[in-house]
């Protein structure tokens, strides 16, 4: 696989405090990268400095061969695609409108679309199986139809990498893993994906790799497996826990230990 994005000693200071400190590591064409870690680890922090819309106070991101710092907003966006915590919609778009709304880093300065932006915006639909809501507007569907919404968006943004912050936090289970897997099934088209979870038996099962932080720093990266140990855990949420082992797919089961009153 192929570098797509790369960080290099990225930290970033907010008032005489640090949020991230001394970040590197690589993420390649067609990887789904879990980012985990407890609240105020930097999580979302990271995000943002990724997309742009905050400074790094040293350090650089290089997506393929481009530093983003020396891009426009516009070159950016065809670089890098975030579907963000629970944003505000449009209520009274339909769902194919808002998904079209996607294609605005490839319209001409009047803003207008074209035959290939109405193409790209039918083929999102189609990608993540929501085709068939193309004419319902955004204020009726359920909370995971929204977040298909939102994840058909990125796929029409046609960026190699997206970043999905906590895209299956306030889901119930079936919303879930319909999400999850509709995000393993874009993987199938070299699609690399940096995802932020809180749960981490849902990281285990989908992540191929995982990004362990805490207090702004990395402490790990690595399989599920590797990542996600007893002594890992413990350190860096400060439970306690066991490891289990999935008895389908092999991967890691983090149960709590709990003292019974």
Known sequence: M???L??????FKHEDKYILKNINFKNSTGKLTGVIGPNGAGKSTLFRLITGTLNPTNGEIIIGDQNIANLSVKKRSKLISLVPQNPEMPSDFTVFETVLFARHPYTNFLGWENQKDLDATNESLELTKIKHLSKRKI??????EKQK?????????????????????????????????????????????????????LASLYCDEL???????????????????EENIRKTYN??????????????????VINKI
């Open 139 to 144: 204020q009726t569907l359920s909370s995971g």
């Open 239 to 256: 439970t306690e826990i066991k490891v289990l082992e999935h008895p389908l797919h092999e991967t890691p089961i983090i149960t709590p």
């Open 149 to 201: 919404v939102l994840i058909s968006m990125s796929v029409a943004q046609n960026t190699p990498i997206t970043l999905l912050d906590e895209p299956t936090s306030n889901l119930d289970i079936d919303n879930q893993i319909l999400i999850l897997n509709t995000i393993k099934n874009l993987q199938k088209n070299n699609h690399s994906f940096l995802i932020s979870l809180h749960d981490l038996n």
């Open 6 to 11: 790369e960080i290099i000693n990225l930290s």
């Open 2 to 4: 192929n570098n797509l």
């Open 211 to 229: 990004l362990l932080l805490s207090k702004g720093e990395i402490i790990t990266i690595g399989t599920p497996k590797s990542v996600l140990t």
